[in-house]
């Protein structure tokens, strides 16, 4: 193992005493990230004002970073682009796919798929009318399923409930021989699994940049289109900043060169920069070495709670090439479970009905964290210390 996991915890400047297994759904605060948002508020916008777009490299921001996070994705230099949010690039990234498989109107797609990717498809769907259709079947029987009036593959790569992984390559290769298109949603993939986007011939793919990429609480998201799409691939929201030439201000749409067509509005900058800080993490991490961290600290958790906590299910599947970087669990009680956690100080989050998720980063948590954890949730267990009013009144995130 070359990456130095010692240095990398050092980047994040964590609160005392916390024991923070939420990255899956917001990254912590890299400390360069706040003096980088903190230049490019004073220094930029406060100095600069409009010439920032230009002085600064504002403009160029949305491809620049998109390239930083192409090389984590394994995706190919020019084909990932930022901006928006990941719902957003779930529509794009649809709508291009269908309108480039014009003669099928099925977009395929699992229930264990986030409730957004589904709802955006059933918007996508109810927009396009004639015939169109979303169907969804279970997360075990979309091999099966791929059939001959399939035009989109649309998954999410890793349940965010169950951690549960579907095998991209082989997917993606059994839709390529049906006729289909394949959307991928990483998610849960990007900054925490390897990806091969560009060896397993992906088309679509996007992702967010606030989970395991630390970009912070509405960082933008990225969209990536394999280079052999780029040219027909339609934008479906065509906004002024995917047109070819945006200052040429002209009254009708053109697409812009590459993947930068599908780029909509003015994007975030200030996200944007507290993004690119966070990047700098992955200059010293081999994804290689990340997975079999996350894995050896997962499998050390599961031994820990089946252990001690016999009345917690796992959810998440024993076979690691099954799993990414979240272990679950079920309790008819685990809202207010994860609630005492969180009192103790351990971060995890708890999705409906019954899941208590658990995110391991190998980047801030390590096997002390892990055994911790492991000790305080023990004692949550034997000792009911859940089972109090305040831990079951329901937040409104949960
Ligand atoms: C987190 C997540 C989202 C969130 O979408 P936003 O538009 O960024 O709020 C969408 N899809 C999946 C699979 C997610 O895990």
């Given amino acids: 193992m070359t990456t130095d996991f010692a240095a990398t915890r050092a980047i994040f400047d964590l609160p ?230 945006p200052f040429a201000f002209d009254l009708d749409y053109r697409p812009g060169h590459g993947v930068e067509r599908m780029r909509v509005g003015t994007p975030p900058i200030l996200q944007l920069a507290a993004l690119d800080a966070a990047l700098d993490i992955w200059d010293g991490v081999e994804m290689e070495d990340l997975r079999a961290a996350s894995l050896a600290l997962q499998d050390r958790f599961i031994a820990g709670v089946e252990d001690a906590c016999p009345d917690l299910v796992l959810a998440t599947p024993r076979d690691h090439a099954m799993r990414g970087s979240q272990v679950s669990f079920r309790h008819a009680e685990g809202y207010a479970i994860m609630q005492a956690l969180i009192h103790e100080g351990v971060i995890g989050d708890f999705r409906a009905p019954d899941i208590l998720r658990f995110g391991f980063t190998p980047l801030y948590i390590g096997a002390a964290e892990v055994d911790r954890a492991v000790e305080i949730l023990s004692r949550i267990m034997a000792t009911r210390g859940w089972d109090r009013p305040e831990f079951k009144a329901r937040a409104r995130v949960t």
Avoid at 145 to 162: F, K, S
Avoid at 207 to 221: D, I, M, Q, V
């Fill in 16 to 245: 005392e005493g916390v024991i923070y297994l939420d990255g899956n759904s917001l990254g912590p605060m890299p400390r360069a990230a706040a003096a980088r948002v903190a230049h490019a508020v004073t220094e930029e916008w406060g100095k600069l004002l409009i010439r920032g777009w230009n002085a600064a490299g504002w403009m160029e921001m949305p491809a620049r970073v998109g390239d930083r996070i192409a090389r984590l994705v394994g995706a190919e230099p020019g084909s990932v682009v930022m901006g928006d949010t990941l719902s957003i690039k779930v529509y794009q990234a649809l709508a291009s796919a269908l309108e480039m498989n014009p003669s099928r109107k099925v977009i395929l797609s699992d229930t264990g798929n986030f409730p957004s990717d589904l709802y955006m498809a059933d918007g996508l769907v109810r927009t396009l009318g004639e015939g169109y259709a979303l169907r969804t079947v279970a997360p075990e029987e979309v091999e099966a399923a791929i059939g001959p009036d399939v035009a989109v593959l649309m998954l999410t790569e890793v349940d965010y409930r169950t951690g549960r992984k579907h095998d991209m390559a082989k997917l993606i290769a059994k839709a390529h021989a049906a006729g289909a298109l394949v959307v991928w949603d990483l998610a849960h993939s990007a900054g925490a699994i390897p990806v091969h986007l560009a060896r397993d011939g992906a088309d679509f793919a996007v992702g967010c940049s606030y989970k395991y990429l630390n970009s912070g609480p509405g960082g933008p998201a990225f969209i990536y289109v394999a280079p052999r799409h780029q040219a027909v691939a339609r934008p479906a929201l065509s906004g002024w900043l995917g047109h070819e030439a």
